[in-house]
């Protein structure tokens, strides 16, 4: 009988590389929520793909910059400490950004580490091919990676190449967490980053950066054969409160409309979205409040 190989993967880089839709992807659903705003992802997200010789657990981490305020700080807190105890490393950077201090950031926080980092270089699609050579040539100057893999994660060009090539860098191991799980979140987190990227979706400025979602109630309700979510929108500032109800409650129905598809997918059944929004002065900078909605620093 093979031998069956289980290990922890984090993946890192700058904000808005990729790594929330290489997680989506290899997964198979979606479990990270995605959007072009930068710092989208937050918490860690744990995603679990089981193969019938192995299981990859890989930790998606809030992209790397540098911090503004408390929230900013837990979220840097979150990316370094997803180095620790890992079996491999995959540094992920955008095809189409030049490399910057970020990503110099990013290789400083990576020396010394004895775990194998792997260079994934996604958004191939949108690049020449040509490109791809001299982007491998910049980074192998800057640091001496396992492997250096070119995928684009949005169309799943050389994925499978990716996932082969990780598996020989992972131990022998035991099944962590039933075939059929996909992550370790509970469905309260999952749904409250859905209806949160729906509101990242549609809002722009500093607004995004301003949203929190609390999940109130989840309640099934047998008689009508649908799940209940009552959820609460947090903002910032009584401002930005006109902007995600917008006019005639406009806006607030399309977040809610658009949150609660994806919902449905999750749950595999119909749902009733209640929405609400509600102001907490300058919640990034409160450590109690930053607990209040998900972003626990003891769990780290």
């Known amino acids: 009988m093979s031998e069956f190989k289980s290990g922890f993967i984090s993946i890192i880089g700058r904000p808005n590389v990729g790594k929330s ?46 911090p503004k305020h408390k929230l900013g700080e837990f979220m840097s ?19 189409q950004q030049k490399l910057g201090t970020g990503d110099r950031y990013v ?9 194998p980092v792997f260079l994934i270089i996604n958004k191939i699609d949108a690049i020449h091919p040509d490109e791809v050579l001299k982007i491998v040539d910049q980074y192998k100057d800057e640091f001496d990676f396992s492997e250096i893999i070119p995928i684009s994660a949005l169309q799943g060009n050389n994925v499978d190449n990716l996932l082969t090539t990780l598996k020989k ?4 191991g035991p099944q962590y967490y039933p075939a059929d799980q996909v992550t ?40 009508k054969d649908r799940v209940h979510v009552m959820a609460t929108i947090i903002i910032e500032r009584e401002s930005q409160k006109g902007i995600i109800i917008g006019k005639r409650g406009a806006m607030l129905k399309e977040i809610g409309t658009r949150a609660r598809k994806d919902i449905e997918n999750l749950l595999g ?32």
């Open 269 to 300: 059944s119909k749902v009733y979205l209640e929405l609400w929004v509600k102001v907490q002065k300058d919640w990034r900078d409160r450590s109690s409040q930053l607990r209040d909605y998900g972003y626990r620093d003891d769990e780290y």
């Open 21 to 66: 839709t290489f997680l989506n992807r290899v997964i198979g659903q979606k479990i990270a929520i995605m959007s072009d705003k930068p710092q989208t992802t937050r918490n860690k997200v744990q995603g679990v793909l089981t193969q019938d010789d192995a299981q990859m657990i890989f930790i998606d981490t809030p992209g790397i910059h540098k």
């Open 107 to 115: 290789i400083d926080m990576l020396k010394g580490t004895k775990t």
């Open 184 to 223: 370790d979140h509970p469905e309260r987190f999952i749904i409250a980053e859905l209806i949160r990227e729906k509101a990242l979706h549609l809002t722009r400025d500093e607004v995004p950066h301003s949203i929190a979602v609390e999940i109130e109630k989840i309640r099934r309700e047998e008689d």
């Open 77 to 95: 807190k979150v990316s370094k400490n997803a180095l620790r105890e890992v079996d491999a490393i995959m540094f992920m950077v955008n095809a």
């Open 169 to 172: 860098y992972l131990p022998e």
